[in-house]
């Protein structure tokens, strides 16, 4: 643990042997709780536990989207090269009416990749964290715990402590919860009346290795066909292209007896023949053509399909008490519409090891404080606009009349059509593509008064 330095006459010498002692005490061993470990024990010279609830990496999730926001933060952390050769960069999307047509073509990051350099990579969740992990291990000064649940956490005016259930304990100077969703850090000990909240949408989804019959319609962008009962999308998921990606978003009621664990437990419990069933014979039923063959086809095939409900988080809820500051999903988790979740996590830690950095005697209790509100003044309007445009996205996957359908696809065809002839993708329109260009390190820390 740090001492607290408050002598005027701090020498440089001092200075920097306190930062060198300060220690980092994160849950979550996810991508954003290696990423806070990297980023802190390699610009700010930290030493960091990391302590995860599983006993060992997680090898859960699909394909993530990561824009170039976030691409070019992987790259910072040494791990972006790798994953480009395992993931897939895909720059449009492609809209399929319900009779199996294209309705049109929109490039939604060309324009933000050629500013920063980065492209939209698509990568299995799995890549992800071998690549963080294998950096995390290479890095001296920090320390990965698996199997560790948390018991209490509780601070003074100079240090943060941990009890875990097995009797084991952990004292640093500031505590991160990178946990998630459903982070035991803020239901625990930061704010335990914020909970999660159901978006009222789910998704299934599955991973296809060389699929049979990709050579006759081969997928190298995001296609989505939207249905009366919600959206289905198809796309690779690594570099070969002999990977495909697909999952679908539906409306799905609350389980009977309200929203709790057990109740979405068995649904999850479902067999794989069910969610495909369900699929093939329901909301693709309709879709026709060879596009619709191709999709059935995709279902059918299908290894192994998973479920999962979207839950996200109130904004309104509090990100630190004391030395406590809960980083990514634990703060502010969004439904996926946006692609945004890791980068925002990323963001996160960027922004937090450079305000440890502007700060002298950084683990002083008033200079946490200062840190950790300037955090909150400059990431809540940035996550707030990616919450909204996420849950706004969730709307379209939601049931609709076939007159409703009908009507959104003859705009779609004519919106896209008009888009590219205007060439409004190549000034930065599409997708907002102005707020992905946006680069964490360089917004700047504090107002001019702050110092």
Known sequence: MTKVLSSPALTYELFIDSINKSQAIIIGGGPAGFAAALQLCRQN????????????????????????????????????????????????????????????????TSWSECKTGYPY????????????????????????HWGKNIASISQDDFSVQVTFVDGTKDTGDILLGCDGIHSDVRTMYVDPFTQPEYSGLASIFSVLTNPRFTDAIPIQDLNATLTADGLFAVTPS????????????????????????????????????????????????EVDGEWGSFLKKLVVDSDSVKFYPIFRLPLSGHWFKGRVLLLGDAAHAMQPHAGQGVAMALEDVFLLSRLFQSL?????????????????????????????????????????????LALFEKVCMHGLWVFNMLGLNRMGMSGSQGNLVYDIESVPLWHQSTH
Not at 121 to 143: A, N, P, S, T
């Open 121 to 144: 990579l698509r990568v299995k969740r799995r890549y992800l964290m071998e690549q963080l992990l294998d950096e995390v291990e290479k890095e001296i000064g920090i320390d990965v």
């Open 45 to 108: 010279k930290f030493t960091c536990a990391v302590y995860e609830l599983r006993s060992c990496p997680s090898t859960l999730g699909g394909a993530l989207g990561v824009p170039c926001n976030g691409s070019r933060l992987l790259a910072r952390l040494g791990v972006y090269e790798s994953l480009l050769a395992r993931g897939a960069v895909t720059s449009h999307v492609t809209m399929h009416s319900k009779q199996g047509a294209t309705l049109g073509s929109v490039d939604i």
């Open 238 to 285: 690594n570099s070969a292209a002999n990977e495909v990606y697909w999952f679908f978003t539906e409306e799905v009621p609350m389980p009977d007896g309200g929203d709790n664990k057990d109740g979405w437990e068995e649904r999850r419990q479902l067999t794989m023949e069910h969610f495909k069933t369900k699929l093939v014979h329901g909301a693709l039923k």
């Open 360 to 404: 002298p005697v950084a683990m002083a209790q008033k200079s946490i404080r200062q840190v950790y509100t300037r955090f909150e003044e400059l990431r809540r309007p940035r996550v707030a606009m990616f919450h909204k445009a996420a849950a706004n996205g969730g709307e379209m996957r939601k049931r609709m009349p076939s007159w409703k």
